[in-house]
């Protein structure tokens, strides 16, 4: 069986008992969002306590407050009412283990995947690559609360975001399931 296979049959199993989800309203029921890391270890749902329809997740790489995660978080308060947004980065991100500088070099080796050994990243690859991610801006953390202040700070001085949004700023544990707060992040997130 692929995966895309099992993606499918798990589709099938979950649509044949989808009942009464199609009811959901848009707006998020405990009006808040999270902007948090794609990690594929966190459950966002579980460890803030999310039924389906309750907060809009953004997801990214590093949980950073890149453009596109603004205009997600604008259009959750703009068009459906949140009103209380979370910064969640985690311990333990993939986004620590590397530079802007590094990414670039990899993919000006190939398109291939990376192997991380105990010197960093590695390419192995046999194609060629490309110098198109010069021009991206990775967003890599190389202090993590000072990512969490950063991301934080930069949602809370746009033009978009009104301040009577409260905006709190958290690590999540992988090795404990916990949320740790960031102080300062919290603080420059307050509402006023």
Same mark, same amino acid.
């Not at 021009?135 to 990512?147: F, M, Q, S």
């Given at each position: 069986?692929?995966?895309?296979d099992?993606v499918l049959?798990a589709n099938d199993?979950? !649509?044949?008992e989808?009942?009464? +989800? $199609?009811?959901?309203?848009?707006?998020?029921?405990? @009006?808040? %969002?999270i902007l948090?890391?794609?990690?594929?270890?966190?459950?966002?749902?579980?460890?803030?306590?999310?039924?389906?329809?309750d907060?809009?997740?953004?997801?990214?790489?590093?949980g950073? !407050?890149s453009d596109?995660?603004? +205009? $997600?978080?604008?259009?959750s308060?703009k068009?459906l @009412?949140t %009103?209380e947004w979370?910064?969640?980065h985690h311990t333990?991100?993939?986004?620590e283990l590397?530079?802007d500088?590094v990414?670039?070099g990899?993919?000006?080796?190939s398109l291939?995947t990376a192997e991380?050994?105990?010197?960093?990243?590695v390419d192995?690859g046999?194609?060629?690559?490309t110098?198109e %991610?010069r021009?991206?801006?990775w967003?890599?953390?190389?202090?993590?609360?000072?990512a969490?202040?950063?991301?934080?700070r930069?949602?809370?001085?746009?033009p978009?975001?009104?301040s009577?949004i409260p905006?709190?700023?958290?690590?999540?544990?992988?090795?404990?399931?916990?949320?740790?707060?960031v102080?300062?992040?919290s603080?420059?997130?307050a509402a006023?």
């Amino acid at each position: 069986m692929t995966i895309l296979d099992e993606v499918l049959a798990a589709n099938d199993r979950y !649509a044949a008992e989808f009942g009464d +989800r $199609s009811e959901l309203a848009l707006p998020p029921a405990r @009006g808040f %969002a999270i902007l948090t890391c794609m990690d594929a270890r966190l459950d966002p749902a579980k460890y803030a306590g999310l039924a389906e329809g309750d907060a809009h997740v953004i997801r990214n790489a590093g949980g950073r !407050a890149s453009d596109d995660a603004i +205009r $997600s978080l604008v259009n959750s308060y703009k068009l459906l @009412g949140t %009103a209380e947004w979370f910064v969640i980065h985690h311990t333990d991100c993939g986004m620590e283990l590397f530079t802007d500088d590094v990414m670039r070099g990899l993919l000006d080796a190939s398109l291939d995947t990376a192997e991380l050994t105990e010197q960093g990243f590695v390419d192995h690859g046999t194609g060629s690559g490309t110098a198109e %991610a010069r021009y991206i801006d990775w967003l890599t953390i190389a202090d993590r609360a000072g990512a969490v202040v950063d991301d934080v700070r930069r949602i809370r001085s746009h033009p978009l975001v009104p301040s009577r949004i409260p905006i709190h700023g958290f690590v999540y544990d992988v090795a404990t399931g916990r949320l740790v707060e960031v102080p300062e992040a919290s603080e420059v997130g307050a509402a006023s």
